[in-house]
């Protein structure tokens, strides 16, 4: 075993001038380990050889070893007999010299210090915050609600909006694996056939259709409710769980409406009247709406119902969630006694495309946090999932759901006047007309 030095390096005691001082610097050791392969001498020792010098010893090395490791961190003097100011150059033979200078103290390619202490701190937090880390990711993963309902939906239509993609396309995936005949709502009809395609294979369930629908256009809305009316005489579910959120900058649909509450909002709430009529005929029958926690962060300004040219666009996601459930609300109370039930929910904090918008570079934690802790497509499905099918809320009606389970709203959402109010603006703003249905 040998381990060769530059001579430069050993500079001590004695004063230097300045310009010696930077060349001890820039001095560079080399530490060579050759660990003897016959067994005998298994404990590996360290040596310096000053009379190499850096060149010859390179030399050397380069026809000799596999792989070289540069280490940045100071030497140990100790090891090395070098300069703490020196900086080393390890030079691993084969896997098995990597072993052992593993063993001797170059883990993980750190070297051992006379900061020993901070390196050894450093590397404790490092493996606390990694172990915090992945138990919050655990946690959130293992009480995370999951649907255990095996209701089959044979004979059972359901519409579901945004279908092509995220939770929607998870839920459509499941209620087809039941038997239902699944119509996929989109506006994207590319991307809807290939899932479409995809959940026939995956579920052997031919009945999934897929019809356009942009929610953010009305007449486009009114196109697809006309065409559901023609040919469906029943509707046993409808999902409302098409989504947007906008970045900073908004935008207004084609008929003057800001698009994220024109698509969140006021396209559910027209499509929910022009379909009424088919869902009361088809009772019991259910409307389930994707609503959101985020809700919270808001609230609904009853003089700004269509909010052109507010900023930034993103806060208006959480209002349109929030119009969402006084909608929710509002509509399960007019619906009282026609067994057309309507519950909403809060899917929880997904890893899906409704991210897309969130500008650089803001995008980067939040896709680290997206993919480190929030839940699939499919977890977060499974609340919508639980209200399309399951027995246990079969007659419960007006209700906020979140992990399979009720949850509770807060006091704002609870305003029943603020909700009627809502309705009012929202029938003049979607342009509802009296020869449309009423609710
Ligand atoms: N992800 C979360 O953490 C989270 C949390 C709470 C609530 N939610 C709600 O969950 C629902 C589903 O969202 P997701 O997370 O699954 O996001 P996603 O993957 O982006 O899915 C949203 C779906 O809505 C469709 N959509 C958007 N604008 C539309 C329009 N104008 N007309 C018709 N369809 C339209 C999208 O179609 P394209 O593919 O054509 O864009 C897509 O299929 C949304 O209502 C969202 O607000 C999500």
Known sequence: MTIASNNNCKHRGGKESEPQKKEQ???????????PMSGDDPQPRLHTDPSVSEQAFKAKVASSVFHSIPFHSAPNPQLTGASPKCRPVVVAANYRSIRDLNRMGFIFGWLPTEHYVRDIFLLTLSAAIAATLMSIRFYL?????????????EGKTVIITGANSGIGKETAKDLAGRGARVIMACRNLETANAVKDEI???TNNSKILVKKLDLGSQKSVREFAAD???????????????GMALAFRGQTSEDG?????????YGPFLLTHLLIDVLKKSAPARIVIVASELYRLSSVNLNKLNPVGSFPAAYLYYVSKFANIYFARELAKRLEGTRVTVNFLHPGMIDSGIWRNVPFPLNLPMMAITKGFFKTTKAGAQTTIYLATSDEVANVNGKYFMDCKEATLNAAALDEEKGRKIWEESLKIAKLTPQDPKI
């Open 25 to 35: 610097r820039k001095a560079t050791i080399i530490a060579a380990m050759t660990i």
């Open 257 to 265: 409406v800001e698009l994220t509450m024109a698509t969140n909002h």
């Open 228 to 242: 559901i009316v023609k040919t469906e005489l029943k509707i046993d579910v409808l999902i409302h769980n098409a």
């Open 141 to 153: 993963r293992i009480t995370a609600g999951r649907c255990f309902t095996e209701t089959k939906m």
């Open 200 to 202: 026939i294979k995956e």
